[in-house]
């Protein structure tokens, strides 16, 4: 061997096997001098080694350079096979660079793209929708959609600076253009930049846009399960989720905000069962509840669960009802609810300008608060009592156009509903649980107030709020956890309220 080939014998980088797919893969090192290389391969265990050498465009060997990469295609998916690296000498003799071969394999089907969580519709409108799931790996994500019945999909890929997003196994995918009332379907797709495009499946989704038109639908109410799926999955039953339009989840679905950045506490604590029973084709709408503002990883919402223009409330029409869903921020005092004080401000700012004069809102027939922490009822923290400050003047009207009908809330764990105007709470009392707790009354009020069970603190534990909508009124009706009903009511567009079933009410 000549003095001069020596320094060759040594890789200064590599070899590193790059870009697998199911057929193939790339491998590529570096060398301190230039030298022409190559490859030899077999499957693992097995033969004798075949040679591949680096070349260029034309097919031609491809030699003195640094620099050496070979892509290797036409092999078996999921198997192993062993790699070793060489340099052709002066003489043309081939001179390993490793001493023992290094094992890879191509990838199976599924491999790197299987959806670990998800998929999941949410921040639905008539011509909006989004679609959310998480992969094993970091992965570029899209969403094929089509009207159902069409042959073609169109896909919408999660971006970032113009480019598909690459690195995050966090997909959010915004699907813009839809038509109000019309049914489409879906399906996620993968993008690898070491890979071909790939489709999570043959699996297609369906689902209706909301509509304004839409005379008659059911809507769920759930909230402050706190983990317990065994109940949310009772309540989804009863409901008979498959007839709804959409679940609202009213905050405080988990326990202390998310366990990890990756988002494992909202999936393990709710989000899997959503997607189980109803959230991959029947959108769920997600209220920020104080539990979703506490932990260390509670910032995960705005990955997970965040609206289409980054705010944490929004607003939509399905039907004759126009919903508004407000962050009712975190209940405790101090530093942090200072701080968060913001939120209230740039609502209050949001609904002056851009709700309230909006023909959306004014030409419905109903309107309906989705928050988790209310106005008043069974007791006056500080997050209820800046509700207050910000919102009590604007949502209080009583003309046709600006009176708001219902507002839905949790997290006192206490089942009640106070009517517009009253002193009293129906259904239990606001110290059921032997406590005299603080308490707003609804005397100030021009709306119905419910306000749902959870665990822990006496009286149900639990309760399902089931409204159904037609274009007279809006029917409630309340479900403990073995099912019986508890309450049920009606409003009418000009506010009346109906009991529909004996309830005893108790005086503040």
């Not at 071909?196 to 909230?223: I, N, Q």
Request: aromatic letters at 10%.
């Amino acid at each position: 061997m000549n003095r001069a080939d020596e320094p060759a014998l040594a890789l200064s980088q590599g070899p590193y096997v790059v870009r697998r797919t199911e057929t193939g893969f790339w491998v590529i090192w570096q060398t301190s001098v230039k030298t022409t290389g190559g490859i030899l391969l077999r499957e693992a265990g097995t033969g004798t080694f075949r040679t591949c050498w680096m070349v260029n465009d034309a097919g031609e060997i491809y030699g003195d350079s640094l620099d050496h990469w070979v892509c290797v295609q036409g092999l078996k998916p999921a198997n192993a096979y062993e790699v070793r690296v060489f340099r052709r000498d002066r003489g043309g003799q081939i001179i390993h660079l490793t001493e023992t071969p290094s094992v890879t394999s191509t990838l199976d089907a599924d491999e790197g793209t299987r959806i670990v969580n998800g998929p999941y519709l949410f921040n639905a409108d008539p011509r909006a929708v989004s679609v959310g799931w998480r992969t094993s790996v970091p992965l570029g994500a899209g969403v094929d959609i089509r009207k159902v019945g069409e042959p073609g999909f169109r896909t919408v890929w999660q971006t970032v600076g113009h480019q598909i997003q690459v690195d995050s196994t966090v997909h959010i995918v915004d699907i813009g253009d839809l038509e109000p009332g019309c049914a489409y379907e879906y399906r996620p797709v993968a993008y690898d930049p070491d890979r071909s495009r790939r489709v999570h499946g043959e699996v297609l989704h369906a689902f209706r846009t909301f509509s304004p038109s839409r005379d008659a639908y059911r809507m769920l109410f759930l909230s402050d399960q706190h983990a317990h799926t065994d109940l949310q999955a009772a309540f989804l039953r009863q409901g008979e989720v498959r007839k709804a339009d959409f679940v609202v989840y009213g905050g405080d679905n988990l326990w202390d905000g998310f366990h990890d950045e990756g988002g494992r506490g909202l999936f393990s604590d709710f989000l899997d069962c959503a997607v189980a029973h109803h959230a991959q084709e029947i959108p769920a709408v997600f209220v920020r509840g104080n539990h979703e503002w506490s932990g260390r990883h509670s910032n995960a919402w705005m990955r997970w669960l965040r609206t289409r223009d980054g705010r944490t409330y929004y607003a939509f029409r399905h039907g004759g009802v126009f919903y508004l869903v407000l962050d009712s921020g975190n209940c405790g005092a101090g530093d942090l609810f200072s701080h968060a004080a913001q939120v209230f401000q740039d609502q209050r700012e949001w609904l002056l300008t851009q709700v309230l004069p909006s023909a959306e809102f004014r030409s419905a027939a109903f309107r309906v608060v989705l928050t988790h922490m209310a106005t008043h009822g069974q007791s006056d923290g500080p997050s209820q009592q800046m509700m207050r400050k910000y919102f009590m003047d604007l949502l209080n009207g009583t003309e046709p156009q600006t009176r708001i009908h219902l507002m839905l809330a949790g997290h006192e764990h206490r089942y009640m509903r106070v009517d517009p105007r009253s002193r009293a709470c129906k259904v239990f009392p606001y110290n059921h649980d032997g406590r005299q707790s603080r308490a707003v009354t609804g005397e100030a009020f021009n709306y119905v107030l419910v306000s749902n069970d959870g665990p822990t603190c006496g009286g149900l534990d639990a309760t399902l709020v089931i409204m159904d909508v037609t274009p007279d009124k809006l029917a409630l009706q309340t479900l403990g956890p073995d099912g019986t009903r508890i309450d049920a009511f009606s409003i009418d567009r000009d506010g009346k309220v109906t009991d529909e079933m004996p309830v005893p009410e108790y005086p503040y």
